[in-house]
Each structure stands twice: as structure tokens, then as C-alpha cells.
């Protein structure tokens, strides 16, 4: 198992920016970020396969969010701009397969991080 670490969530104006940072102590495996608001089901925001090449987006995050990952540091990474009081919510990394495809594909994931609270004030 890979345990996984968020971090980076906290307080912003709309229009800000916030960038989080899921750590991996290890593993080989496509990794991305969920999100859950009060009173609704958690939702898929973004994702990076293993060698990196390639990304998929929500619709409602496209344009905004740019998500990236330093295999040095074995971290990945989620850059926020323009941030809307609808992004609200818990963020959590995930890890999963290799592929985009794996990863979305799958409703369960091989590993959960414990999330990070991002609040966007108007």
C-alpha cells in the first residue's frame, strides 16, 4: 500500500489561486484528485497517468485547474486558478492503475488520501 498526503487547502477569494500537493511514499500509478461539498456525492476534478504524458479534466475545472506531478519528489500536484465559491470542498488524492482511462473507469480506487478542506469566499 501507498499511503497518500494532501496538503495546501485553505481559505481564498474568488478569483484566487491555491495549489495542493498530494505526497506518495511510493508505487507506480495513474494519480488524480476528487472533490466532495457539503451534501453532495464526491466528484472526479482531474487526473495524471504514471509516465505523465497525460491529463483528463472535469468540465466544470477545464481551463482552471492544471494538475501535474514531480517524480523526484513523488508528488503530484493540483494548481487552482480562478477559484469559484462552487469549488468548495474537500479535496482528496487518489491513486490508481496506470492509464486515465483505468483511473476514471474504476469506482473504487487502490488508495485514498485523507483530504484537505478548500473554502473559496465571494
Known amino acids: 500500500q501507498v499511503p497518500l498526503v494532501e496538503s495546501g487547502g485553505g481559505l481564498v477569494q474568488a478569483g484566487g489561486s491555491l495549489r495542493l500537493s498530494c505526497a506518495a511514499s511510493?508505487?507506480?500509478?495513474?494519480m488524480g484528485w476528487y472533490r466532495q461539498a457539503p451534501g453532495k456525492e464526491r466528484e472526479f476534478v482531474a487526473v495524471v497517468n504514471w509516465s505523465g504524458g497525460t491529463t483528463y479534466y472535469s468540465d466544470s475545472v477545464k481551463g482552471r485547474f492544471t494538475i501535474s506531478r514531480d517524480y523526484a519528489k513523488n508528488t503530484v500536484y493540483l494548481q487552482m486558478n480562478s477559484l469559484k465559491p462552487e469549488d468548495t470542498a474537500v479535496y482528496y488524492c487518489a491513486a490508481h492503475g496506470l492509464s486515465t482511462t483505468d483511473f476514471i473507469g474504476s469506482a473504487r480506487k487502490d488508495y485514498w488520501g485523507p483530504g484537505t478542506q478548500v473554502t473559496v469566499s465571494s
Open positions: 511510493g508505487g507506480r500509478n495513474a
